[in-house]
């Protein structure tokens, strides 16, 4: 019998995703393993035990776990989930590394090697790794059928004997993944679309969808992206003509989607209460962000909060697991066509090759450590290994750069 892969059932109640499909778990099967699936694992994602045993799996319990040599999760392993992995376990899931350090820490003393599938580099050949991208999209997608839920009345214009319904207008603030996915979705619902962002690349992206660019566009804003394609600081100025100008828009917006996130820091303010007041009752705000602090003052997460003028600010929670079946089979694929960058095909078994520059940004804990360099100084290694953790620098892209991850990713 060759090693085992286990797909646990995630413990997270407002999960409900799945780290495996019937197709990767067909593909692991031909690797050589033992894949085990806990019992109503997928169910969240409309896949039923019976096909994931027609895959070639076998269906099993929480305490599968601890004979495990890989496991492939959603979210990062719970303290409690730890205890039941042997160590020398490599976990592969959505670790959220940013400000918990100490569930770094758990991790390094449980002895896993945790890979944190959200910190891929973007280059080339990973690309069909990028789990943000894969989960932002759908994410994008969502908020919009989730406005048009909360937004009760049709988007598009529809002219009939009786009269004319107009058109919703629609406006999305940061277009990255999310953004280009909420603009392209708003407009094959027949919304009138508006976007902005503080990168004028993305003008031309907006327009190739068939929406309408807003932004102040003066000299700061030509030379406001830097060369990696992140957005740059820009002055007090600008950011109050800007206000400005976004203030006055959202006044006349019937749907606004904010989808603004920055890596490890906490969401920006983009709508403010008193852009909010300004809405027309009935009006709905989508924040994306509202896990990371949210990019609208009054977002509740996991809540749809109707103002005093009757205006409604969404904060769902884990967007992307509110369409969970599509979501799922994705988010397999991330996780598949990582691990077999670091399965020997001879051997039939795990073998990580740590000087490899995908293992080295993305790998979180090691040898009973926590081996990040962005992560190792603030979370205090805990030793359970006699082996030493292997040193890790910074990764080097010496792929061909693939498109960079845009402050508008949600």
Do not use: C, W
Not at 155 to 171: E, N, R, S
Not at 237 to 249: F, G, N, P, S
Not at 400 to 409: I, Y
Request: aromatic share 4%; glycine share 8%; hydrophobic share 45%.
């Amino acid at each position: 019998m060759g090693q085992t892969i286990f797909i646990p059932r995630e413990t997270d109640a407002n999960e409900q995703r799945v780290a495996a499909s019937p197709d990767t778990v067909k593909r692991l099967v031909g690797f050589g393993f033992d894949v085990v699936v806990e019992t109503g694992a997928g169910a969240g994602s409309r896949i039923i035990d019976e096909d994931f045993t027609k895959a070639g799996a076998r269906i099993g319990k929480a305490a599968d776990a601890a004979k495990a040599d890989v496991v492939l999760k959603v979210r990062r392993p719970s303290e409690a989930e730890l205890k039941g992995y042997k160590s020398g376990a490599a976990v592969l899931a959505i670790m959220d590394p940013y400000g918990n350090d100490a569930a770094l820490a758990a991790m390094a003393k449980a002895g896993v090697t945790g890979f944190a599938m959200e910190l891929m580099p973007r280059i080339t050949r990973a690309q069909v790794m990028d789990v943000l991208s894969s989960q932002a999209n759908l994410a994008g997608y969502q908020a919009v059928i989730d406005a048009a839920y909360e937004y009760d009345r049709a988007l598009p214009m529809m002219m009939t004997a009786a009269g004319t319904v107009p058109a919703a207008k629609t406006f999305i603030m940061g277009v990255g993944v999310a953004g280009l996915q909420a603009i392209a979705t708003a407009r094959r619902l027949g919304a009138v679309v508006t976007a902005t962002d503080v990168r004028p690349a993305v003008k031309e992206q907006v327009a190739s969808l068939g929406a309408k660019f807003i932004a102040v566009e003066d000299e700061e804003f030509k030379q406001a992206e830097t060369a990696g394609g992140y957005a740059k600081e820009m002055s007090k100025e600008y950011q109050a003509k800007q206000a400005a100008l976004t203030a006055d828009h959202i006044a006349k917006q019937d749907i606004v989607i904010t989808t603004a996130l920055i890596p490890g820091r906490p969401a920006p303010k983009l709508i403010s209460a008193a852009m909010v007041a300004s809405m027309r009752p009935g009006s709905v705000i989508v924040d994306l962000a509202v896990e990371r602090g949210g990019n609208v003052d009054g977002a509740v997460p996991g809540k749809v909060v109707t103002t005093a003028n009757g205006v409604k600010i969404v904060g769902h929670l884990n967007v992307p697991g509110r369409v969970a079946a599509s979501a799922s089979l994705l988010y397999a694929k991330n996780l598949f066509a990582f691990l077999e960058t670091m399965i020997d095909k001879e051997a039939k078994a795990l073998k990580i090759n740590r000087d490899d520059e995908l293992v080295k940004a993305t790998m979180l804990t090691d040898g009973g450590a926590v081996v990040h360099p962005q992560f190792a100084k603030a979370a205090e290694p805990t030793k359970v290994a006699t082996k030493p953790a292997t040193p890790t620098v910074a990764p080097k892209a010496t792929q061909k750069k693939a498109p960079a991850k845009k402050k508008g990713d949600a």
